[in-house]
Structure formats: structure tokens, C-alpha cells
């Protein structure tokens, strides 16, 4: 079977990068990383990509949102991009947000999403995994990257079992609420934060005597073992984007895409 072709984004220490690395290098995957960007410069996970020679590129979203903030006029837009349109199709805030706060913020970002898709175009790429990236991606990043909507290339890690706690902090805002279980979620993302079809969790209990410190051990842990574990499930072709429809308690039906992992 051919090996899929993975791009990885970005932002810190990078350690489930280096999970998904090791688990190509070992076979454990059927795949191979292609390229890793960051919109950190400083992101320690870079170094780890360059210690396995995969080819490395920077787009820094801090410098792009500082500029805008002094000088809005310079901030250069790709030429397909419609603010209305994304407005409409991005769900990461309530239409009836400040609309000068979501302008500035689809701005700056599609600028940044540009960039990265410029970067990511000398490598071709199966899927882009999500490892520990620290941004919102808008509809204009997500729609390229997925001509078909039946079938996502990206993926996320999040640190929290899904759909509580969505956000920057899983594992402390579920120690914080006092669960007794913790866990994370692979998914693929779609206009939301952290909403998309559900591919894979784990769990783990909490107990009296953790602290936040090694509940976040024990999840990142299982990030680990989990992350390789879904996406060498794509590489077999195994994952199938299912519209569903669901009925709500109150009668409201909805339609939700649905993983259905194929044996
Ligand atoms: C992980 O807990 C991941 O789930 C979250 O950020 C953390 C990043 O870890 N999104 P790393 O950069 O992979 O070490």
C-alpha cells in the first residue's frame, strides 16, 4: 500500500509530533511526514522536524495581527477571499459577534491561512495533522485544504474528551470543574472550535491526589498512543464521513457528520 503523505502544523514543544514521527519511522504508520509549519517561530517542535530532515517553513501569525492592528491597509488578502462568505460559513463565533472583532479576526487570519497554504504548496500532501497548533483555522484555510467535504484531510488532537471542554485548556478546565475522568480526542475539524466529526478518544481517571501537573501527564500519554493509532486509520482508508441525521430531545432534527471507522 502507498504511504500517505502527512503534513503537521504546529506551535510548541511539538511531542505528539514526535509521536507521529516515530510511529511513521517504525511503521506503525503507513505514511510519511512532508512538511511541518509553525506559526511560532520559536516552536521547539521545529527542530524536532529538522532532526529528522523533513522540511520546515514559518508563518507568524503574531507578526501579521501586530501589523494589521498599526497598518490594516497593508495587510495583503488572497484574491478569492470574500469576507461575507467566510462570515457566513465560519461557526467559531455567533453571527451577532462584534462584527468590526470577527472583520479583524478573519482578516488577520486568512492573511496567515494564505501564507500557510503558499508554503504547504511545494509539498504534496495526503492529510495535516493538527499537533498542538495553537490558531483557529477559517473556513478559507479549511475549504482549501477540503475540496470535498465528505472527506476531511485535516485533523486535530484535543485535550479533552469532546464535546466538554472545547477551548486552549482541556486538561485544566476539566481538572479545574472536577471530573474524574480526563481524556483526549482526535477529530477532524470543520467551522467550529473543536466540533468536527469524533474519530478516536481515550480516558483516564482523575484522582484526589492529582494535581493538574499529572493529569496532563497522563493525558498527553495517551495523545500519544492515540494520535498515530487514527491517522494510520486513514492511511488504511478506513475512516468514512457519514451525514446523519439526528433528532434533538425537543423535536429539532439536524444533520452532523459522523466517522464511521470501517473494519
Ligand atoms: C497537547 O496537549 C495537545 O492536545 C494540545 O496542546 C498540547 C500540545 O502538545 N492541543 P505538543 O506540542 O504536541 O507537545
Known amino acids: ?28 504508520i503507513n505514511g510519511e511526514m512532508v ?19 523533513i522540511p520546515v517553513f514559518v508563518v507568524d501569525y503574531g507578526a501579521i495581527i501586530r ?47 494564505d ?11 495526503d492529510l495535516v495533522v493538527l499537533a498542538g497548533f495553537m490558531r483557529n483555522l477559517t473556513p478559507y484555510f479549511i475549504d482549501h485544504v477540503n475540496p470535498d467535504p465528505l472527506r476531511p484531510r485535516i485533523m486535530n488532537i484535543h485535550p479533552a474528551l469532546l464535546p466538554a471542554f472545547p477551548g486552549v485548556d482541556g486538561y485544566g478546565d476539566t481538572f479545574r470543574y472536577g471530573c474524574k475522568v480526563g ?15 469524533i474519530i478516536g478518544q481515550r480516558s483516564f481517571p482523575i484522582c484526589p491526589e492529582d494535581t493538574l501537573e499529572n493529569v496532563k501527564k497522563k493525558g498527553l500519554e495517551l ?8 491517522i494510520q486509520l486513514f492511511a488504511e482508508g478506513r475512516l468514512a464521513c457519514v451525514p446523519t441525521e439526528i433528532t434533538h430531545p425537543d423535536g429539532r432534527k439536524s444533520t452532523r457528520l459522523i466517522v464511521k471507522i470501517k473494519a
Not at 503523505?5 to 506503525?28: F, K, V
Not at 495523545?223 to 487514527?230: A, G, K, S, V
Open 67 to 113: 501589523s494589521h492592528k498599526l497598518e490594516p491597509g497593508k495587510t495583503r488578502l488572497p484574491a478569492d477571499f470574500c469576507l461575507e462568505g467566510i462570515r457566513a460559513r465560519q461557526t467559531l463565533f455567533a453571527q451577532e459577534v462584534d462584527p468590526v472583532k470577527t472583520e479583524f479576526f478573519l482578516k488577520t487570519r486568512v492573511a496567515a491561512e
Open 223 to 230: 495523545e500519544w498512543q492515540l494520535y498515530p493509532e487514527c
Open 183 to 197: 481524556g483526549c480526542t482526535v477529530h477532524f475539524i470543520d467551522y467550529g472550535e473543536d466540533s468536527g466529526p
Open 35 to 53: 512538511f511541518v509549519g509553525s506559526d511560532n517561530p520559536a516552536a521547539y517542535g521545529l527542530v524536532r522536524a529538522q532532526n529528522h530532515g
Open 115 to 125: 501564507a500557510l497554504l503558499q508554503n504547504m504548496t511545494g509539498h504534496a500532501f
Open 1 to 28: 500500500m502507498k504511504k500517505i503523505r502527512i503534513g503537521a502544523l504546529i506551535s510548541g514543544s511539538g511531542s505528539n509530533l514526535q509521536a507521529i514521527i516515530n510511529a511513521c519511522e517504525a511503521g506503525h
